[in-house]
């Protein structure tokens, strides 16, 4: 073990943890509060709200694209100067955005600030698992998870609250006093924990990475709005798959490579990538299809959309920490196997959803399926990376990340189009009821998603605590 973290003592530690979790709450807000803050931007700069979402959406874009170099930076430069660097990245992007005269240099405010975010969750990810002993990692970032959860979920309505009284711009300005501290506290409490290996920056490598992923991304982004037969999806789509490939190959022809793939041969973190990569996939399915569900569908307004998704969103973030506690006392399969059930329940339940069911159904459902999330999402985690050498986490922490990203812009895409494909196809049969049978026939394939995540929790996952399956 690196004699550095031998040396850190118990109170180092948490002084540590604390600030990881601080700045991930500050970072991890601001993914989601923009939506809110969408109809402000666009009147305030002048342009569409087709060229406004681009806030959000090229901001995962963005971030998508700099995970898989986050695995390179971590492991060849100090930990202490890679936070602060990834914490001033973030600050100058907030700078920027706050005094951005036109939508371009708003959109350079909003990549500097993805690039932050990006280093900021790898790295942290990757220092917990290493400062802490086996026995208390599923604990440690089970609570990472529940902080940087629970901070995009109640992000949407702070937001809405401060730009009523203060205007957008308030928004930008609380997170930059919150990391603005956070970046003088980490001067003086972080340690360079992680060690660093003799690696050279790979241009091609590099390159490869962003048109891999960021052409993936982008491709399945685009398809629920121009169709998978598109230049603006089909393309981007197509080069991101090709690139991919190429990067593949080169990756296991280097020696010492930009991100290291070959660890997807270890099988227990490859499972643990391919379950999370479902995950995700339902996951996102079900957090765009609730509010269809809830507005297009049964025609409630948007504020009910979102009394209806809260709970649920509310519980994921709860049950956090306690599925990592539970990680370390009883390994990952039992966890796996219950989380997996309660996700085909709650999605084989949603397919059954009429008109005339009560709302409250829908919402109970939802809390299911959450709950669900909120128990696999950190310790499939948390069991792949501890199947991995020391020095290859910050590879496994950045691929499995990566790969669960695509899987979630892959289950957005997806399932809405399968919605809207059956609605349109079966109009004449179902008349009125069209939009509710779409909606049923995509719950339908979560659950199929969901079956997949519970065969292979059933035969793919160790009855002890790691190795290999």
């Known amino acids: 073990m690196n004699s550095k973290i031998m040396q850190l003592t118990d109170r180092k530690r948490t002084l540590i943890f604390i600030n990881l979790v601080v700045s991930g709450i500050a970072s991890s807000t601001l993914s989601t509060a923009m939506t809110t803050a969408l109809p402000n931007l666009v009147e305030y700069f002048g342009v569409t709200t087709s060229t406004g979402q681009w806030v959000t959406s090229g901001y995962s874009l963005a971030m998508g694209m700099v995970m898989p170099l986050t695995a390179f930076l971590i492991t060849r430069f100090p930990t202490k100067k890679l936070y602060m660097a990834g914490i001033g990245s973030f600050i100058v992007g907030l700078i920027l955005s706050i005094f951005a005269g036109n939508f371009g240099l708003m959109m350079v405010g909003r990549i500097l600030q993805a690039c932050g975010n990006g280093v900021l969750m790898s790295a942290a990810q990757v220092v917990i698992l290493t400062v802490y002993p086996t026995e208390k990692k599923g604990t440690m970032m089970g609570t990472y998870g529940l902080a940087t959860t629970a901070a995009p979920i109640i992000a949407p309505t702070i937001a809405g609250l401060m730009i009523d009284a203060f205007g957008w711009k308030s928004i930008f300005y609380l997170v930059l006093v919150i990391m603005a501290i956070s970046f003088v506290i980490s001067g003086i409490v972080f340690e360079d924990v992680l060690e660093i290996q003799d690696k050279k920056f790979d241009v091609l490598s590099f390159a490869e990475s962003i048109f891999a ?179 290859k986490v910050a590879d496994a922490s950045s691929l499995l990340t990566s790969f669960r990203t695509i899987a979630g812009s892959i289950g957005s895409a997806v399932f809405v189009g399968i919605m809207t494909a059956v609605s349109a196809g079966s109009a004449e049969v179902y008349g009125d009821n069209a939009l509710m049978h779409g909606m049923n026939m995509s719950f339908l394939w979560m659950t199929v998603g969901a079956l997949v995540l519970l065969m292979i929790s059933i035969f793919c996952s160790p009855d002890k605590m790691s190795g290999e399956v």
């Open 213 to 391: 992923f960021g052409g993936i991304t982008l491709g399945i982004g685009n398809i629920s709005n121009y169709g998978l037969i598109s230049i603006q999806a089909g393309a981007p789509l197509l080069i991101g798959i090709v690139v991919c490939v190429l990067f593949i190959i080169r990756q296991c022809s280097l020696e010492k490579p930009f991100l290291d793939v070959k660890i997807l041969s270890n099988r227990s973190y490859a499972v643990s990538v391919i379950s999370s990569m479902v995950l995700y996939l339902v996951m996102m399915g079900s957090s765009v299809m609730m509010p269809l569900y809830v507005q297009s569908v049964m025609g409630y307004s948007a504020v009910i959309s979102g009394l209806v998704t809260l709970p649920g969103s509310l519980a994921t973030a709860v049950v956090s920490p306690f599925a990592g506690r539970m990680y370390d006392k009883i390994g990952i399969k039992k966890i796996f196997m219950i989380g997996s059930a309660a996700l085909v329940v709650s999605n084989i339940g949603m397919s059954f959803i009429t008109m005339s069911t009560p709302l409250w159904i829908a919402v109970v459902l939802n809390v299911i399926r959450n709950i669900s999330i909120g128990s696999l999402m950190m310790p499939l985690l948390t069991w792949g990376t501890s199947n991995v050498p020391p020095q």
